[in-house]
């Protein structure tokens, strides 16, 4: 199994986490965990996730639903950016935005994009969501 690698930054109060091009249950699991053992963590943190190198994403509905609930580590109110390059990746993150209580989660298709949307207060310095880019 290929893990995701992450770094947090404590500065900027948020966690950049890449995943593999295989992604499950345990990928995710694992991930999750190594946030909550980690001393630097605060659940409050933002997070930004780069899916463009996934290829393969094994979960199913239940799974999907069973981390949203009870493995993801964020609190409610952390705003989340997801980078995707494809339309699978866009869908599987909307997906994720669906099944969250808040609705503080926007995908992008770059790091920069992201990363402005994080820092600003509102999120209204965002270019583009991928709802607007994928057209």
Known sequence: MTSATYRIDAKQRHVAVKFPKKVNVAVIESYCNALRNNPIFSPNFSEIVDITEVEEIE???????????????????????????????????????????????EVF???????????????ASAVRAIGKAAK
Request: charged share 25%; proline share 3%; glycine share 2%.
């Open 59 to 105: 979960l199913a509905p239940d799974e999907m639903i069973r981390i949203a609930d009870q493995v993801d580590p964020f609190a409610a109110e952390a705003r989340r950016a997801f980078i995707v390059r494809t339309s699978v990746q866009n869908q599987n993150a909307r997906m994720h935005k669906a099944l969250r209580i808040s609705k503080n989660l």
């Open 109 to 123: 298709r770059s790091q920069k994009e992201a990363l402005a949307w994080i820092q600003s207060a509102s999120g």
